[in-house]
């Protein structure tokens, strides 16, 4: 069974920078898409970045720029590096896990969801 655990999550003025990590453990790692979703309050869950298998990240537009996918397939970890913050990317953001090496923006490309890690972007 997989078991996504994001961290790095908190509180950062804008224009500042903050790195996700999301630990994955059970299942087949390093030859499958994961990626990023993000939902703020009262909107719908959506895409940030997904980083396929093996090579090929994409971005949401709102992101494009200022985010980085990578991830470290030793430790089974994948990040989101997310610089030059804006008061419009806090949310909670989830990491999820595809049973595919690729994988769209689509949620329903990804199975697996970690529990998400709150990113508050505030003066």
């Known amino acids: 069974q997989v078991h996504l655990v994001e961290s790095g999550g908190g509180l950062v003025q804008p224009g500042g920078s903050l790195t996700l990590s999301c630990a994955s453990s059970?299942?087949?790692?390093?030859?499958?898409?994961m990626g990023w979703f993000r939902q703020a309050p009262g909107k719908e869950r959506e895409f940030v970045a997904v980083?396929?298998?093996?090579?090929?990240?994409m971005y949401a537009d709102s992101v494009k720029g200022r985010f980085t996918i990578s991830r470290d397939n030793a430790k089974n970890v994948v990040y989101l590096q997310m610089n030059s913050l804006q008061p419009e990317d806090s949310a909670v953001y989830y990491c999820?896990?595809?049973?595919?090496?690729?994988?769209?923006?689509?949620?329903?490309?990804?199975?697996?969801w970690g529990q998400g890690t709150q990113v508050t972007v505030s003066s």
């Open positions: 999820a896990r595809s049973p595919f090496n690729h994988a769209t923006g689509r949620a329903t490309d990804f199975r697996s």
């Open positions: 059970g299942g087949t790692f390093s030859r499958v898409a």
């Open positions: 980083d396929n298998w093996p090579r090929g990240a």
